[in-house]
């Protein structure tokens, strides 16, 4: 009798039951359904950095098991946030005008339309809704286009690149200028996204009567059924023949493609399903922030997304979880004044100043004394060795064929 795949592969089920746990703690402890002993704004931290977890998943599942280093997943994390803050600002906005009217007749849909133009574009100096808002008041056709804007953006520059077999470096420059590119063209006021000012207001929920205590912790729920659903899927796909393959392209691809292969498209799969994933990480992550503007999706933050999973551990997914939430809650502790200021007399250390020192100097160390990052601690602390082999790797990984088992 086959096992199924959760049998088979008891670390999902770890992984899975931990995050239960670790969510059912922090409601049991929270303002709206708990002791009240961890804050709302922790609640959101916490819910924010489960969405951190996940975008790291996908850059591990694209980087780390198919070696594409790419610097862009970052813009797709950001369409996904504006996608969903277009429906959160309209419908929210919606309901202003409607309270505040002054009219006793209601309004006309074409009044209607105008008030909320002139109440959400007036700080860009137009009244006119642009035309990529025509869908915003529908939640179903936003939250499809979560999905689809970036998975077809992907999709096209995914197909263009790898058709072209661009590899290496110069694929990681070209997803870094596709990033810088889309925000520059979303700071510009004409964009039909209000520039740098960005979508405001994202985490009041429209036609919701929950405190803000209480959302805080709906989207944790949300947040931490995403990456449970996230993980199991990206194991499930590592762990088979397609698992196999894209492990293969990263070790050698001239070799998979030899073998009949098609390699551009299994790249090309594997580089629009994690910009999905993605996406959805950021749709969950910006009503938890208020916010999101252009600065969002600068290019160094896909880089900060790839120092993440190096410190976490390449190739392994629960290292990219560990890492982007370690790196996530430290950067909370340093940047948000906990940490204390260490004076030197003739200097006063002060950690927002120094946290991405800190932050770039740990990926050093980790490249160049710990390639396995964190999560090769718990291969130590598991009991788990890498096999004893002979010969010269024949890819770049730990995990490759070495010559000696080759030619056996």
């Known amino acids: ?32 359904y708990g002791a009240d002993v961890i804050s709302t704004s922790m609640v959101k931290t916490l819910g924010k950095t489960l969405c951190l977890c996940l975008i790291a998943l996908a850059m591990d599942l694209v980087w780390g098991y198919a070696g594409i280093l790419s610097l862009g997943h970052f813009a797709f994390f950001g369409l996904g946030g504006y996608m969903i803050g277009m429906w959160l600002m309209f419908a929210r906005t919606r309901d202003i005008v409607i309270a505040s009217a002054a009219s006793p007749l209601p309004m006309t849909p074409q009044e209607l339309s105008d008030a909320i133009a002139s109440q959400i574009f007036g700080v860009v100096g137009t009244s006119e809704l642009p035309a990529i808002w025509g869908l915003a008041g529908s939640l179903p056709a936003q ?39 889309l925000a520059l063209y979303l700071f510009q006021n ?37 990456l449970g659903i996230g993980y199991t899927l990206c194991a499930w796909a590592v762990s088979g023949k397609f698992g196999s393959v894209i492990r293969g392209i990263r070790d050698d691809e001239a070799r998979v493609r030899f073998l009949g292969y098609s390699v551009e498209s299994y790249k090309l799969f594997i580089f629009t399903l994690t910009a999905v ?26 880089i900060y997304l790839a120092v993440w999973v190096a410190i976490g551990g390449r190739g392994r997914l629960y290292g990219a979880v560990i890492g982007a939430a370690f ?6 502790w340093f940047t948000g004044g906990r940490a204390p200021d260490i004076p030197l007399g003739f200097y006063t250390v002060k950690w927002v100043d120094w946290w991405q020192i800190l932050l770039g100097l740990s990926f050093v160390l980790v490249t160049l004394f710990a390639p396995k990052g964190i999560g090769g601690l718990f291969d130590l602390l598991g009991g788990l060795r890498a096999p004893k082999r002979g010969g010269t790797p024949m890819g770049p990984s730990d995990g490759s064929f070495q010559e000696q088992e080759a030619t056996r």
């Open 277 to 302: 994933i993605a996406a959805i990480a950021g749709a969950l992550y910006y009503p938890q922030a208020g916010i999101i503007n252009p600065a969002e999706m600068a290019p160094i933050a896909s």
């Open 327 to 332: 790196v996530s809650l430290v950067s909370t």
């Open 190 to 226: 004409d964009s039909g996204l209000r520039g740098n000012n960005g979508l405001s207001g994202l985490q009041n929920i429209p036609g919701s009567t929950a405190s803000q205590d209480q959302l805080s912790v709906w989207f944790l729920w949300g947040s931490a059924l995403a």
């Open 143 to 181: 939250l499809a286009l979560v999905v689809l804007v970036p998975g077809v953006l992907a999709l096209i520059f995914g197909w263009l690149a790898f058709r072209s077999r661009v590899t290496g470096v110069y694929l990681s420059i070209l997803t870094q200028a596709m990033t810088l590119a």
């Open 1 to 32: 009798m086959r096992q199924s795949f959760l049998t088979r592969h008891p670390s999902t089920l770890v992984f899975i039951a931990c995050l239960a746990v670790f969510t059912l703690v922090i409601t049991l402890l929270s303002n709206a």
